[in-house]
Structures are given as C-alpha cells and as structure tokens.
C-alpha cells in the first residue's frame, strides 16, 4: 500500500488515541501481535490491505480517510459514545462499559458523576429550607 510509513505512524496515533498497547491492539483487529509488529516498525514492504480492513472493522470508529491519507479526524464523530449531562443518570452506560476492561475508568467517572449530582440536589435541597 503507498504510504505504508505515514498510515504506520497513524496506526501508532490511534493506538495512542485509544489507549491501547500492540497486543491488545491486534487483539481487539483480530490479527497476530507480530504481523501488526512488523507493519509497524517497517519489516513489511507494506501495511496490508487486510491489515486495514481489519482495523476498519474492528469498532473503533476509525475514519477510512484519516488512516489511509491523513484527512479529517482520526475518529468518526458519529462513533463516539453521547456525552453525559449531570442531569442524566450514567447508570444505563454501565453495562455498554462493563464489557470492556479498559472502560473501567469511565465508570468510576459515572459513579463520581451520580455522586456530585446527589451533593448538589442535597444542597438544592438545604437552601429551598
């Protein structure tokens, strides 16, 4: 594939973007931890096609233009998760998020999000008295 340097280097952003490491990385594209390896560091004339449909389908949201060329974001906005307002409850999200170990950090966010919602309505409630 032309530009195999420039589409390695963003492979290497976006596992940086999503706080991944190249095992869990090649895990979660379904491809061996050395193939990926390889692509990355330049053993492989090219990053393959299969490589990058692979990663294109893995559900990260990746923007097919951004990884082949460079152009627009790195993630399809339309694939990130609806931002939480203090007002929502973030308990549904805990099941979507428990799925996903490296979720786990979002979901004592939620839970310190519940817990300043309630010292909040708390003191709504103590200045209305």
Same mark, same amino acid.
């Given at each position: 594939?032309? @530009?195999?340097?420039? &589409?390695?280097? %963003?492979? %290497?952003?976006?596992?940086?973007?999503?706080?991944?490491?190249?095992?869990?990385?090649?895990?979660?594209?379904?491809?061996?931890?050395?193939?990926?390896?390889? /692509?990355?560091?330049?053993?492989? %004339?090219?990053?393959?096609?299969?490589?990058?449909?692979?990663?294109? #389908? /893995?559900?990260?949201?990746?923007?097919?233009?951004? $990884? $082949?060329?460079?152009?627009?974001?790195?993630?399809? #906005?339309? #694939?990130?998760?609806?931002?939480?307002?203090?007002?929502?409850?973030?308990?549904?999200? #805990?099941? !979507?998020?428990?799925? @996903?170990?490296?979720?786990?950090?979002? $979901?004592? &966010?939620?839970?310190?999000?519940?817990?300043? !919602?309630? &010292?909040?309505?708390?003191?709504?409630?103590?200045?209305?008295?």
């Amino acid at each position: 594939m032309k @530009d195999s340097g420039a &589409i390695a280097l %963003r492979i %290497r952003e976006l596992m940086d973007i999503l706080g991944c490491n190249q095992a869990e990385f090649a895990d979660r594209c379904g491809v061996a931890q050395g193939n990926l390896s390889a /692509a990355l560091i330049g053993e492989t %004339r090219t990053v393959g096609k299969a490589l990058i449909g692979k990663i294109l #389908k /893995a559900g990260f949201g990746v923007n097919e233009a951004w $990884l $082949l060329r460079g152009e627009g974001e790195p993630l399809r #906005k339309e #694939k990130l998760p609806p931002p939480v307002r203090l007002q929502d409850d973030p308990l549904p999200y #805990k099941n !979507r998020f428990m799925e @996903d170990k490296k979720h786990n950090v979002l $979901l004592e &966010i939620f839970k310190v999000l519940q817990e300043i !919602r309630d &010292i909040l309505s708390g003191l709504k409630g103590i200045q209305n008295n």
